[in-house]
């Protein structure tokens, strides 16, 4: 029951966070909101690896519910940002697709690696890889565009 539980309240921040996360993008711009949602990623696998509070699992459903508004409204402000309004429903569709099926190996891979360890600390250590390599490849591809601009801008 407790763990239905905190799957209703995640899945609740997560309709929240795309709000939220839509608000943020315009207020903030896409490279401070990538950066926020990236640290939220991280946050919730070191919140799995170092707190053994139980009353934290709340705050775990909270930055879950809201970094996982990533797929959704990150992922279409980051390319609309990066490749502007032509052919965007193309590139959106790749870059959803790639999204989904990271999401949907993750869980499995998780499993595999539980059963492989007996605990679950490997697969946040991954996690967390991932989330830096996120935010690496994200703040690249972001200052990439930034520098494009500017040179066009300049031959113009």
Not at 75 to 84: C, E, Y
């Amino acid at each position: 029951a407790f763990a239905s539980l905190v799957t209703a309240v995640y899945l609740g921040f997560l309709t929240i966070g795309k709000v939220i996360s839509g608000g943020l993008f315009d207020r903030l711009g896409v490279l401070r909101t990538i950066l926020l949602l990236c640290a939220a990623c991280a946050g919730f696998p070191v919140l799995a690896l170092f707190c053994r509070v139980p009353a934290l699992t709340w705050l775990y459903a909270l930055l879950l519910g809201l970094t996982g508004s990533g797929p959704s409204v990150g992922i279409s402000a980051l390319v609309r940002h990066l490749f502007g309004d032509r052919d965007f429903a193309a590139i959106f569709s790749w870059v959803s697709i790639a999204s989904t099926l990271g999401s949907a190996a993750a869980p499995p891979l998780m499993g595999v690696i539980y059963d492989a360890t007996g605990s679950y600390t490997a697969a946040w250590v991954l996690w967390l890889a991932f989330a830096v390599l996120t935010a690496a490849c994200l703040t690249g591809a972001l200052f990439s565009a930034k520098r494009r601009e500017k040179a066009e801008g300049a031959k113009g």
